[in-house]
C-alpha cells in the first residue's frame, strides 16, 4: 500500500469519525431539546411573590423560539454530516480478492459505484464545515433558550436575584469558551 493511499485511507477514516462525531452530539442535544420543549412548564416559577421579577410573555416566546431554531440547527448539521458520511461509504473501494461468487459480485457494484462517486476533498471539508457550524449555531440557540428558562424560573436578569446570574454566568462563559476552541480546531484541521 503506497504512502498516498494510507493516507487517503486515514484522511477517511479520520473524516468518517469527525462525522460521527457530530451526528452523536447533535443527536444528544437533539433529544433533551425535545425533552426540554415537551416537559417545560412556564407557570411554575420559584419567585417570592415579587411581579416585577417574573418573565413576560416575550421570553416565554423567546424560549419557544431558540428551542425550535436550536433543534433545526442540529438537525441541519445532522442531515448534512449523514449525507457525508453516505458519499464516503459509498465511494471505498472493495478488495477484489474475495472468493465467494456473492462476494464479487458486490464487489464489481461497489467499484462500479466508486468509478461513479468520487471524493471531492474540497466538498467533503465544505460539508463537514458546514456541518459544525450548523452545530455551532445550535449551541447558541441552545443557550439563549437556557438563559430564557432561567429568567422565566429564578426572575428575570433586570430583576438582579444572584439565583439567576448565579445560574446563568457559568452559562455564558462556560458554553462561549467551549464553543470558541472548537471553531479554532475546526478551521484548523479545515487547514490541513
Given at each position: 500500500?503506497?504512502?498516498?493511499?494510507r493516507?487517503?485511507?486515514t484522511?477517511?477514516?479520520?473524516?468518517?469519525?469527525?462525522?460521527?462525531?457530530?451526528?452523536n452530539?447533535?443527536?444528544?442535544?437533539?433529544?433533551?431539546?425535545?425533552?426540554?420543549?415537551?416537559?417545560?412548564?412556564?407557570?411554575?416559577?420559584?419567585?417570592?411573590?415579587?411581579?416585577?421579577?417574573?418573565?413576560?410573555?416575550?421570553?416565554?416566546?423567546?424560549?419557544?423560539?431558540?428551542?425550535?431554531?436550536?433543534?433545526?440547527?442540529?438537525?441541519?448539521?445532522?442531515?448534512?454530516?449523514?449525507?457525508?458520511?453516505?458519499?464516503?461509504?459509498?465511494?471505498?473501494?472493495?478488495?477484489?480478492?474475495?472468493?465467494?461468487?456473492?462476494?464479487?459480485?458486490?464487489?464489481?457494484?461497489?467499484?462500479?459505484?466508486?468509478?461513479?462517486?468520487?471524493?471531492?476533498?474540497?466538498?467533503?471539508?465544505?460539508?463537514?464545515?458546514?456541518?459544525?457550524?450548523?452545530?455551532?449555531?445550535?449551541?447558541?440557540?441552545?443557550?439563549?433558550?437556557?438563559?430564557?428558562?432561567?429568567?422565566?424560573?429564578?426572575?428575570?436578569?433586570?430583576?438582579?436575584?444572584?439565583?439567576?446570574?448565579?445560574?446563568?454566568?457559568?452559562?455564558?462563559?462556560?458554553?462561549?469558551?467551549?464553543?470558541?476552541?472548537?471553531?479554532?480546531?475546526?478551521?484548523?484541521?479545515?487547514?490541513?
Open positions: 500500500m503506497s504512502d498516498v493511499s493516507r487517503k485511507l484522511t477517511t477514516r479520520i473524516h468518517i469519525m469527525a462525522l460521527d462525531g457530530i451526528v452530539v447533535n443527536s444528544l442535544f437533539t433529544l433533551a431539546l425535545f425533552l426540554g420543549i415537551t416537559t417545560t412548564n412556564t407557570n411554575n416559577t420559584l419567585i417570592d411573590g415579587n411581579a416585577a421579577c417574573a418573565a413576560g410573555t416575550s421570553i416565554s416566546e423567546g424560549l419557544i423560539a431558540f428551542h425550535v431554531y436550536s433543534f433545526s440547527s442540529f438537525l441541519f448539521s445532522s442531515l448534512v454530516a449523514l449525507a457525508l458520511k453516505n458519499v464516503i461509504n459509498l465511494s471505498k473501494d472493495v478488495d477484489d480478492g474475495d472468493s465467494d461468487t456473492l462476494d464479487r459480485d458486490i464487489a464489481t457494484i461497489n467499484n462500479w459505484v466508486h468509478g461513479v462517486v468520487k471524493i471531492n476533498m474540497v466538498v467533503l471539508r465544505l460539508g463537514t464545515l458546514v456541518s459544525a457550524f450548523g452545530s455551532v449555531f445550535g449551541c447558541g440557540f441552545l443557550v439563549m433558550a437556557l438563559v430564557d428558562l432561567v429568567q422565566i424560573k429564578l426572575g428575570t436578569l433586570a430583576c438582579g436575584s444572584r439565583y439567576t446570574l448565579a445560574a446563568i454566568a457559568p452559562l455564558l462563559v462556560l458554553v462561549p469558551t467551549a464553543l470558541l476552541i472548537y471553531v479554532v480546531l475546526v478551521l484548523y484541521a479545515f487547514t490541513r
